[in-house]
């Protein structure tokens, strides 16, 4: 089966679609759409983001000199 012709895919693309129409396609607007959507859910316990650890780089790990 081709993905395209998948009805839960098509589906997928139409809802897609008509919450971007919403927002007249502008990318940034939908974004912030996205952006409060999330923030609404954390906010209310409907999804959990794990803590982040950010990896930390030392030069004195590097075995090897940067050239330019």
């Not at 589906?11 to 939908?30: C, F, K, V």
């Amino acid at each position: 089966m081709i993905l395209k012709d998948d009805p839960i895919t098509a589906e997928i693309r139409a809802i897609r679609h008509q919450i971007s129409a919403t927002y007249n396609h502008d990318l940034t607007q939908l974004l912030n759409h996205y952006q409060q959507l999330e923030q609404e859910w954390v906010t209310h316990g409907k999804i959990d983001f794990p803590a982040r650890q950010v990896a930390t780089h030392s030069a004195s790990l590097c075995s090897t000199p940067l050239s330019v």
